[in-house]
């Protein structure tokens, strides 16, 4: 693609094989999506996403629902949304997405796997300057001319499109405000959407040795098993 778009993939699709722990990310996601648009999916547009991305991690139907009625519950958690931010062993810039209910806890898990890997938790915006938000959307390719396509979609906010040949899916980045636009058209024009979730991009990313890749990994694998995490950015190459 000439860009650092798919630098995460393989690291993503590990994350997202464990399944138990994907399951929790989804019902987190969809209490915070119920909590800001309400419980129905069809006004509800990141709900709808939410929902769509449980069925592309083959989570079942019930569960799903099940997550939807604990999210309108008395019983269900006050979850905050929280951005931490840091620098890893080797400089890499980290940022940490959570849905907490104990912010405390969070911090401190945080801070000791910073600490304890050679690295450190910084103050919150202090990265914001090297990754840029994005809308991802990932449709399944079928008969679509990708030129064609691109010139349609850059209307509803889309700036670059791939294909993904090893799934057989379009993947479309567009502006972080842009969601909303691109969702409702690609759902009236009828596309199949496999996932859609909001990515942060590094405008630069830095490489590192084998060596030193195993120090960042060991970092981000502490990192993503806590069950307060729901993503983890990064720039190393």
């Not at 000439?2 to 138990?20: L, P, Q, S, T, V």
């Not at 419980?39 to 990141?46: A, E, K, Q």
């Not at 997550?67 to 958690?77: C, H, L, N, P, W």
Request: charged content about 35%; hydrophobic content about 40%; overall charge negative.
């Amino acid at each position: 693609m000439g860009r650092a778009f798919e630098y995460r993939k393989a690291r993503k699709f590990k994350r997202w094989g464990m399944m138990a722990k994907t399951f929790t990310k989804i019902g987190k996601d969809i209490a915070l999506a119920v909590k800001s648009g309400g419980s129905d999916p069809h006004t509800n547009g990141r709900l709808r996403a939410i929902i769509q991305n449980a069925r592309a991690a083959n989570m079942p139907k019930e569960n799903v629902e099940r997550a939807i009625k604990r999210a309108t519950s008395k019983e269900q958690e006050d979850f905050k949304e929280i951005t931490y931010e840091g620098y890893g062993p080797h400089g890499i810039a980290i940022v940490v997405e959570t849905a907490t209910d104990n912010i405390n806890r969070t911090v401190a898990n945080l801070r000791s796997y910073f600490t304890k890997c050679g690295g450190a938790l910084g103050t919150s915006g202090m990265l914001d300057f090297m990754f840029d938000r994005k809308s991802v959307f990932r449709i399944a390719a079928g008969e679509i001319d990708l030129d064609e396509f691109e010139l349609e979609m850059i209307d509803y906010g889309a700036d670059e499109i791939s294909l993904d040949e090893e799934v057989e899916q379009i993947v479309i980045y567009g502006e972080f405000t842009a969601f909303g636009a691109i969702q409702k058209h690609l759902e009236e024009k009828g596309f199949e959407i496999k996932q859609a979730e909001f990515e942060r991009i590094p405008n630069d990313t830095k490489e590192l040795s084998e060596e030193e890749m195993a120090d960042v990994d060991k970092l981000l694998e502490r990192i993503e098993e806590d069950e307060d995490v729901l993503n983890v950015f990064h720039n190393m190459r």
